[in-house]
């Protein structure tokens, strides 16, 4: 057996997830789970059918890059979260997908506004949009600095309390401290965008939620003061 088989035992179960949530469509999606005690993780392999995926096609590589396990080619986007492991201590897996109301936003080039509780349970705050890529950014190591461009937004944001983003022109990533609620976060803002979307058409002046409101919402679920749901 596998020294890594229980994070590729999470990533196959939490790529196997995506599909059933609604969120990709054809291979439109990926997640990886680390280790980072050990500096590696797994991510799903690149184009390949969800219906056909084992943990064993699951590839491992450590933080700098290296395939240390798999036969075959790791997701396309792989720099990109590994980037975001590096440089975003706390979390231990991430999600990209296409989901379509979050691709809205990062087409539109807006953040999603706060603006009701269902948004307040899952970020703290806006869930921010970077700014767009450079004909030399793309031209380069693409994925690499789409997770450069991702670090750059989050200056002054904390990952931990807003555990998504969207890069402009492309879509969302989340993330969390394990697979299952990092796919569960990608969810979640996938519904949220489509209720600031219809609440924006609607209203398209509708003010976001009072902070009193958003610090309620959040930190009854997250942190030390947290009393959401039951204790373990």
Same mark, same amino acid.
């Given at each position: 057996m596998s020294d890594y088989q229980s994070i590729k035992e999470e990533c196959l179960a939490a790529n196997l997830a995506l599909p059933k949530t609604g969120l990709v469509d054809l291979t439109f999606g990926n997640v990886s789970v680390a280790d980072p005690e050990r500096r590696v993780f797994a991510i799903k392999p690149s184009g390949v059918d969800y219906d056909k995926l084992t943990a064993d096609d699951m590839v491992v590589l450590d933080y700098e890059g290296n395939i240390i396990e798999g036969s075959l080619r790791p997701s396309s986007d792989t720099p990109t979260h590994r980037h975001l492991f590096l440089n975003f201590p706390g979390i231990r897996a991430v999600v990209h997908t296409h989901s379509r109301n979050a691709v809205a936003f990062s087409q539109a080039g807006m953040d999603l506004p706060c603006l009701g509780t269902t948004h307040c349970d899952y970020f703290n705050g806006p869930v921010p /949009? =970077?700014? !767009?890529? =450079?004909?030399?950014?793309? !031209? !380069? &190591?693409?994925?690499?600095? =789409? %997770?450069? /461009? $991702? /670090? &750059?937004? @989050?200056? %002054? $944001? +904390?990952? /931990?309390? #807003?555990?998504? #983003? @969207?890069?402009? +022109?492309? %879509?969302? @990533?989340?993330? !969390?401290?394990?697979a299952a609620k990092a796919v569960e976060t990608a969810l979640a803002l996938e519904i949220v965008a489509d209720m600031a979307l219809k609440t924006l058409s609607l209203n398209p002046s509708a003010p976001p939620a009072p902070s009193h409101l958003l610090d309620k919402h959040f930190f009854r679920k997250h942190g030390p003061s947290a009393y959401y749901g039951q204790s373990h």
């Open positions: /949009v =970077t700014r !767009g890529m =450079t004909p030399a950014e793309v !031209g !380069g &190591e693409y994925e690499w600095e =789409t %997770g450069k /461009v $991702i /670090v &750059e937004r @989050f200056s %002054g $944001i +904390n990952p /931990v309390d #807003v555990p998504a #983003v @969207f890069v402009r +022109n492309h %879509g969302p @990533f989340a993330w !969390g401290p394990s």
